[in-house]
């Protein structure tokens, strides 16, 4: 059974701090690993995506980056902003399947 | 950038009536939508992949009489809750790769927040 898990469930920060969310997945055959941001009671949206063949991304102030070979995956993001306040997820993609982490709460106090 | 548009945002609906929930993209064709559910305080939980064409592949423990997932075209999927009970109340996801693009990340909808009375 394929399974991600997210560490830690819930994280809260002072505002500026850089911190890391960490992403494990059984099975290394692996199509695509994605991180999601969702704001409660909200849709996802898509952060970035790391495929395969890749190592990391960046896109502004976070990265990710994937060890295929230990099963993880960490989101780091820097300088955090109260804005950067929700729940993020961690996605590890078959082609046609997908298996979500129960995610990563994060508040980031002004 | 690729959009899915998810319609309607909010639903309420009584006992024993039906829903239907659309996903479409906007800008890509899919061939594989795929529709989630989430629970309070728990992880989307994908409940079936929409198929264009054919029938729709159902995951364990969800009832295919009950979620009809219709995909009748390239960019369009629909989900219908038949005769919703309060239970079904949950918000809804849908989700769209483009066919057409190799490696190509899913792209979700808002959601539907469904609530049965």
């Known amino acids: 059974k394929q399974e991600v898990t997210q560490i830690p469930a819930a994280l809260s920060v002072p505002e500026g701090e850089n911190l890391v969310l960490n992403c494990s997945f059984t099975d290394s055959a692996i199509y695509n690993l994605q991180w999601f941001r969702q704001d409660p009671g909200k849709g996802l949206t898509s952060l970035l995506l790391i495929q395969s063949s890749q190592r990391e991304q960046t896109s502004g102030r976070l990265n990710a980056s994937l060890d295929k070979s230990s099963g993880r995956s960490t989101l780091y993001i820097a300088a955090s902003q109260p804005g950067d306040s929700a729940t993020y997820l961690c996605?590890?993609?078959?082609?046609?399947?997908?298996?979500f982490g129960k995610g990563t709460m994060l508040l980031v106090s002004p | 950038g690729a959009v899915v548009s998810q319609h309607p945002s909010r639903v309420i609906c009584k006992s024993g009536t039906s829903v239907k929930i659309e996903c479409r993209s906007l800008d890509f064709q899919a061939t594989t939508m795929f529709w989630y559910r989430q629970f309070p305080k728990k992880s989307l939980m994908l409940m079936a992949t929409?198929?264009?064409?054919?029938?729709?592949?159902?995951e364990q423990g969800v009832e295919k009489d009950k979620f009809l997932i219709n995909h009748a075209s390239l960019t369009l999927s629909t989900l219908t809750v038949t005769s919703a009970h309060p239970e079904d109340s949950s918000f809804y996801i849908c989700?769209?790769?483009?066919?057409?693009?190799?490696?190509?990340?899913?792209?979700f909808g808002n959601g539907t927040r469904l609530t049965v009375t």
């Open positions: 996605a590890k993609s078959g082609y046609s399947t997908l298996t």
């Open positions: 989700s769209a790769r483009d066919s057409q693009t190799l490696y190509s990340p899913l792209h």
């Open positions: 929409s198929n264009e064409g054919s029938k729709a592949t159902y």
